[in-house]
């Protein structure tokens, strides 16, 4: 499972999730995760259809395909929860 992570300087929300991220990404060490800037990497904000609500966090299995998208400020137990439901996806 790999996580895309969206986000923008500008955005009060993603300022929130970040650290919430670097935990969950620290107690997880095999969970892949990769963050794009929503003003710097067109390419992937218009291959995934992001718009400007951020942040969006789209989990992607193992073939990189897209199962679920969440957006906005999560809690870190609700990401917890997804991330080992569907760690083997």
């Given at each position: 499972m790999k996580?895309?992570?969206?986000g923008a300087v500008w955005c009060s929300?993603?300022?929130v999730m970040k650290p919430r991220w670097k935990e969950i990404e620290e107690a997880n060490p095999w969970l892949q995760t990769e963050y794009y800037d929503f003003d710097e990497d067109k390419e992937a904000v218009e291959k995934y259809g992001i718009n400007d609500v951020l942040?969006?966090?789209i989990f992607l299995d193992q073939a990189?395909?897209?199962?679920?998208?969440?957006n906005g400020e999560v809690s870190k137990k609700d990401l917890i929860d997804?991330?080992?439901?569907?760690?083997?996806r």
């Open positions: 996580v895309l992570k969206f929300g993603c300022l942040p969006v966090f990189g395909q897209e199962f679920l998208r969440l997804t991330i080992i439901k569907n760690k083997d």
